[in-house]
T-cell receptor, first 114, second 113 residues
């Protein structure tokens, strides 16, 4: 079974802090994704990556950056956390085969910015 | 960007009964994929069922089946013989040539014993 592991289930940070959310997958997947989940808004894509050192902006990249130095690890960075970034963050991975491949999700990180 | 609409924020069903969750989408593409994902409370999101747009036959997966109406751009999920473990948030998702998923806002399903 694919395992996508997010480093924290719950995280509390202060406004202005630099915040790192880590995600690791163990199935050698090429694709990795970061989503934000808010009630009534569903999942919104922040950034995704098809390969090491590659990144593509999703629908809501403002205030975020990402890093993919190794294939199995995809980090989301909040450069200067703000209260409107309080949310559930989901990491996902998928293999790069022809056609749409299902995404495998982590358990999520519930981030609170005070 | 594609849009995916789930017009039912909340649904409930009696245990052992059947429930249908609605999803519509907007696209000009002819080749795409549709998915239903399930997110139980405080648990991981998992794939329920997947449908390729070029296939006319509706996908089924045990008690889960879809009604895919391509012309109407509708993709509903039917859950038969509902069980307590079916209680979750359900998300409809679209994948097209943009190589990313577009998710609906979700439907929260309650199963009543």
């Amino acid at each position: 079974d694919v395992k996508v592991t997010q480093s924290s289930r719950y995280l509390v940070k202060r406004t202005g802090e630099k915040v790192f959310l880590e995600c690791v997958q163990d199935m050698d997947h090429e694709n990795m994704f970061w989503y934000r989940q808010d009630p009534g808004l569903g999942l919104r894509l922040i950034y995704f990556s098809y390969d090491v050192k590659m990144k593509e902006k999703g629908d809501i990249p403002e205030g975020y950056s990402v890093s993919r130095e190794k294939k199995e690890r995809f980090s989301l960075i909040l450069e200067s956390a703000s209260t409107n970034q309080t949310s559930m963050y989901l990491c996902a991975s998928s293999t790069l085969r022809q056609g749409a491949q299902p995404q495998h999700f982590g358990d999520g990180t519930r981030l609170s910015i005070l | 960007a594609q849009t995916v609409t789930q017009s039912q924020p909340e649904m409930s069903v009696q245990e052992a009964e059947t429930v249908t969750l609605s999803c519509t989408y907007d696209t000009s593409e002819s080749d795409y994929y549709l998915f239903w994902y399930k997110q139980p409370p405080s648990r991981q999101m998992i794939l329920v069922i997947r449908q390729e747009a070029y296939k006319q036959q509706n996908a089924t997966e045990n008690r889960f089946s879809v009604n895919f109406q391509k012309a109407a751009k509708s993709f509903s999920l039917k859950i038969s013989d509902s069980q307590l473990g079916d209680a979750a948030m359900y998300f409809c998702a679209y994948w097209g040539t943009g190589n990313q998923f577009y998710f609906g806002t979700g439907t929260s399903l309650t199963v009543i014993p």
